[in-house]
Structures are given as structure tokens and as C-alpha cells.
């Protein structure tokens, strides 16, 4: 409600007084903190050399050493989850944010529409006198809300951001990424060849924020969430930085988790006690229905490996690392800036990762995932030939399960395992030079994502809110661990912590932690009520080898009726490891409101694949642009275009003649060409494509361009069975974004010579059912 107007109001304003208590806008405790989040992606606990790894991160160390490493913080084991309870601090399930966006299901805890009850920390802040900045990865929408038909209702700036430059989804190519701008969609500053990388543009964007918060409100407080896309896939790096990891990992991945562990223990992270799990714990382990636990990502021994797949694999380690320590130089920038500025002293800094390394790169690791996104095989030849061109511009990279279990050192399981610490526990580092004191040795206590915001608001002395913009809100569910940072000695009075994710079940309390056996979506195999629970102590046995359920079957039985409790409490269920048929089943909202066609006009936003319109994979589809010719001898560009260079399909004009070519995962651009120039006037082209038949899970079938009804060219093609892009390169016409579909053109080839009225998708004759593997793999890898 406005406030009552408290002047006074005469007929002439010479005998009035105003009220100027309206513009005042908040105030900041004095001397309240700046808040800086870092928020990595898919960085395993042994990675960093802090945590006593390989990689090499000096601006990362530059923060821990000027605050303090915390050695239990966990997380939710996937990316929105984790997100969303950092920026809340409550459970995932209480955000509605229990799966990533892509996979929003009509339940309260799987909705991934977080609750305006649930106010986020930048909502909080900015009504306490701070200015508020996101820079990088959002994904804290569902899919159908992404586009620019959306209300926006869940995107940053309504959800108590000021600004906000980065991406929307889980991923983005990292050479040329899918960017927004506040509420609308830009292109990239420059290109890969002037030097263009995304973490370096998410540092100069974050500089510019942070100049204009000094520069036009010097002295107010500001809060900065920085999430750069590293170390999610596609792991890119300039070729520079990569080489500078040439033979560090040569040892091969088994003996890496033997010096990364020892490394550990001499810095006081890991008890001397501590050995490493088996390779692969559970691979004896069997469903309900005598299912396996998906022996084909078992991780291959490294001494079973060809050298050509050393070669490989060694890359693919050097390429990540270089990833990390790119980013790490970008992150510096910023805080070489605030040391400049005099702002580091007085500025909370929170570093953490999302969840553990990632093992979607399966036993092989891939030079470009799109293959694994749509169920083809890896072609070892053809990743070989790439082999030097690793986290470069023409591949989309991901390493192999073997390195996920090294970098995940020393514990046991990956990313989406909320039941075992390789998947819940992550690297973090906090930062207060003005309050909190510097330390060598680790803060041990028991730590989760949703504690954040408790800690923060009580650094900053400021308790949560009843309400925001008149919305009641819910009890915070994290415990704040401020006095711990204060004092060593101080204690946590955190009592349990819940986990859930993907059907995988967990539940920490008093240091005991029991672990629910069962692999995550889409392993299918339900009945929950037979799951077999592992108990652990933690203080004892950090990495969960010691299963003392039979030992102790009354402390078990505790925590699982606990485990329900919370569960209930939380929104915990229903829980969801649904196999791919039974996912793809469910029907949600499509924001266009069509299933079969989609209309586009010229130069609009670009439209997104994933619940923008008709889906094209394993369909009969056909393109009709209607246009008009004014200048033959100039004619030329993109007429229609969605996808890039790893898959994707394009409709244009070159050399007076009309093209259309059909991107086969970046292996093979399959071309339709008209013989004669095309004529002023107006036309109607149109390419039309049936599927009559598969090679394996490939569709092909017959593909025809004709020009006002006539057949101008016509050929066999295949198509890919999923979708073209994860990356975010949506449908587009008269221009290209990002990179080209075609090696014959240059983005962004934007149409000339005439005018395009629009252009219509449709899907004709019979929906073909997709591979429903091929589509799961495809919405989880942008986690």
C-alpha cells in the first residue's frame, strides 16, 4: 500500500508542503556489507587444488586465504535445486525447484515455480537498501517460461534483481552463447575470433554493474550473484589455457584420486584413515525388478585403455582444467577491482559449486555431446581427428566418468546422487576480511546450501522479513553458521538436513547420515518401499564406506521414519525416478499454444525448441516462407533458421539461388539447391521432408525444395533422432544468431534484396514416437 500522504495540500502550492518521504528509498544497516556470490557448475570436491586437486584455481586460493575453506558444505546434487535453496534457503522441494526446469511436473515440489512466500535473497536485500546484480546461469525457470512470450514472472529482475546479464537455461556454448539482457534476448559483444569467450564477457559485465553501483550510489551496499557456465558442458577453453595442462594428467584417472586424496589429508580436509571407495560401488547392485544400475556407464579401468583413448581422455582433463583456470582469471578481474575500489575488505564473498562432477559423459567422455543428447554412439575415429581442436569453437566436449569419480575425490557416486557425498558435497569458500578471521585449517562444520542466506543475513545484521511486497512469508529452513565462522569452537545448531533428488534418497543428522540405495531418473525402478538404507557416520567415516545398518538397526530406522518426516514436511513426494516412456508421457504446457505449427516473423526473438512450438525430432515436418523479391541481383541471406553447427537446419538465399541444408549433429550438411537464380517477385518456397524409414534410431526420408509450387531440388537426407541444440540457438528468421548452420555462410547473414512476410513450421502426417532414451539424456544434460 502507498503510504499516506503526510504534507499538507493547499489551493495554491506556494501555501502547500510537500511530502517527499516517498522517494526516500531504503537504508542499509550502517556499514553494511557488500555480498559477492561465486557459483560454479559441476565442480567435484577434488578438483580444485584448495581442495587438493589438480587444477590450478590462484584467484579461488586468493579468496580462501583471506577467509576460510569449509570442508562438510553439501549441496542437492543438480543444478536448479541447489540454486534455488542458495537464493532462498529452503529446501528444494519447498521451492517447488525438486528437478531441474526442463522436467516440471504439476506436484508443489516438483513445479519449479519457486514460491512467492519463498522470497529470494536479492528481494530481501533490495528492500534493505541494497543494489542487486545476476551475471551468468539462471535456469531458475521452467522451460515453458524461457521465451519471450513468457510473463517473466520467474525470471531475475522479478525476483528482486536489478539487472541481470547471462543465460536462461541449464548450458550455453561458451564461444557463442545464448544471452539476455535484463528481459530481452542480445547477441554476444564480439565473436570467438576477436577473442570473445563468455567468462570473460560475464567479468566485464559484472565490472560494469558494479562501476555504476559506485559510481551513481557511492557508499550503498550491493549484492552480486556471478555464476559463470564452468565447469558445466560443453567445457570450453581458449586453446592457450588447455595446453598449459599438457601430460598433468597423463597418470590417468585412478592414480589421480591417490594423490589428490593424500593431498587432502596433509591439508587437513580428509581424517588420515580415509581410503578411497571401489571404482564402481554399486555395479552388483540390482532393482526391485531385477534391473542393473545401468552397466553401460560403468568406469573402464584406466589400464584397459588403448593409448588412443589415453590421448583422448588425458585431453579431455586438460580441457576442463583450462576451463576452470580461465574462469578463475576472469573471476579475479572482478576482484582485482573491488581491492582497488577499497571494497574487498568490507565485502561478503561466497564461493561454491552446484553439486558434484558429472558422469553424463559416460565410459568415453565425448568431443561433441550432442551425439549422447540425441542416442547416437560415439565415433572414436571421429573424436581422434578433433582431438587437437578439444574445447575449441567446432566441438562441444565433455569428459569421461572416470575423471567425474577423480574429481569427485575422495567420495563415492556423481551429480544427481543426492544419497552419497560425490553428488551433495562441494567445494566452498567464505570471505570477510572485515569480520570474519582468516584460518589455514578448515571449518568442519556440517554445512548446506540453504544455510546461506541465514549466514548472510545474519552477517550483514539484518533478520529475514515477515512479508515482501505484501506476500507472507515461510519460515527460512537453513540454519545460519555465522558464529562458526567467527569462532572454530562454536558449534552449529543445525539439527538434520533432507535430500532428495531424482528418486535418490538421503538424510544427515548429528553427524549420522543414512543413504538410500537407488540409482536416479531415469533408472524406473520404483517401489521405494524396497530400497535397501545404508547408515553412515560421518565424524568417522567421511566418504561412507562403513555401512553400519546392521550394527546399528534402531539409529537406521530413526532417520528413515525422520527422512519421511521431512519428506512430508517438505514436499518430498511424490518421488520420481520414472524410466524415459514414462516421463515423456506427461503433457505440459506449451507456451505458443500449438503443437503442429509455428508462425515466425522477420527479425523476432529467437524461439526455442524445448516448449516453443511443433517439436521436429522423429516428425514429417515443412517450411513455407512467403517473400518478396525486389532486387534478384541482391537477394540473399537467411531465410529461416534454427540451430547451429552441432545440428540444425536453415532455409536461405546465396548466390541469386535458393538453399536449404540440413546440419546432421556438425558431421554433414546435407544440401537442396535450386539450378536457376532466383526472380523479383513474390514466391512461396517451401522444403517438405517424410520419413519413410530408419537406420537404427536415424530417421531418414525424402527432402523436397520447391519455389511456387514447382520441385526445384530434391534428395535423400537423415535427420537427427533428438533435438538440434541444447545451447539455446531458437528459431529465427531473416538473420542467424550464434553459430552458423551452414560452413557456406557467416552470422549473422541477415536478409537482403527483398522482404520476408513469415515463414510457417508444421508437422505433417504421422508423429513418429522419439527414442524416449535419446530426449531424457537431452533435457538432464542441461542440468
Known sequence: MPLPFAGRIAADVRESEPDWKPYLEPTAPEGAPNVLFVVWDDIGYGAWDLYGGLIEMPTM????????????????????????ALLTGRNAQSNGM??????????????????????????????????????????????VEMGMGASKRTWPLSRGFDRFYGFLGGLTDQWYPDLTYDNHPVDPPSRPEDGYHLSADLADKALEFLRDSLSAAPGKPWFAYLAPGAGHAPHHAP????????????????RYREIVLENQKRLGLMPESTVLPPVNPYSDVVGPAGQSWNESDRVREWDSL?????????????????????????VGRVIDFLEQSGQLDNTVIVVVSDNGASAEGGPTGSVNENRWYNGVPEDPDLNLSLLQDLGLENTHPHYSNGWAMAFN?????????????????????????????????????????IDIVPTVLEAIGIEAPEGIAGIPQSPIEGVSFFRSLLDEGTATTKAHQ???MLGTRGVWADGWHASAVHPPTPS?????DEDRWELYHLPSDRNQLQDLAAERPAKLAELVRLWDELATKYNGYPLDDRNSEEILAVERPNMTGLTDTLVLYPDGAPISEHGGGPELPHRSFSITADLDIEDAQAAKGVIYSLGARFGGHALFLKENRVRYVYNWLGEQEQELAAAAPVSAGRHVIEVRYEIDGFAGIVPEGVATLTIDDEIV??????????????????????????????????PPFAFTGGAIDRVVVRLIGDQIPRDPAAQINEAFGRD
Open 239 to 254: 586453446r592457450a589455457w588447455s595446453d598449459r595442462y599438457a601430460g598433468a594428467f597423463s597418470m590417468g584417472y585412478e
Open 98 to 143: 525438486g528437478t531441474i526446469g526442463e522436467m516440471a511436473d504439476g506436484f508443489p515440489g516438483l513445479s519449479c515455480l519457486i514460491p512467492r512466500e519463498n522470497g529470494m535473497l536479492p528481494e530481501v536485500l533490495r528492500d534493505r537498501g541494497y543494489n542487486t546484480f545476476a551475471i551468468g546461469k539462471w535456469h531458475l525457470s521452467p522451460a
Open 524 to 528: 524406473g525402478w520404483g517401489r521405494f
Open 498 to 500: 533432507f535430500y532428495s
Open 306 to 330: 588403448s593409448p588412443d583413448e589415453h590421448r583422448m581422455l588425458e585431453r579431455q582433463a586438460e580441457v576442463f582444467a583450462g576451463f576452470l583456470s580461465y574462469t578463475d582469471a576472469q
Open 713 to 746: 531440388s530434391q534428395r535423400r537426407i537423415r535427420t537427427q533422432p533428438g533435438y538440434f541444440s541444447l545451447s539455446g540457438e531458437g528459431a529465427t528468421v531473416g538473420r542467424e544468431v550464434g553459430q552458423p548452420v551452414s560452413t557456406t555462410y557467416s
Open 61 to 84: 586460493r586468493r579468496i580462501a586465504e583471506r577467509g576460510v575453506r569449509l570442508s562438510q558444505f553439501h549441496t542437492t546434487a543438480l543444478c536448479s535445486p541447489t540454486r534455488a
Open 409 to 449: 575425490t575422495p567420495f563415492k557416486m556423481y551429480k544427481t546422487h543426492a544419497s552419497f557425498e560425490g553428488g551433495v558435497a562441494d567445494p566452498a569458500l567464505i570471505s570477510w576480511p572485515a569480520r570474519i578471521p582468516a584460518r589455514t585449517d578448515p571449518i568442519t562444520a556440517y554445512a548446506h546450501a
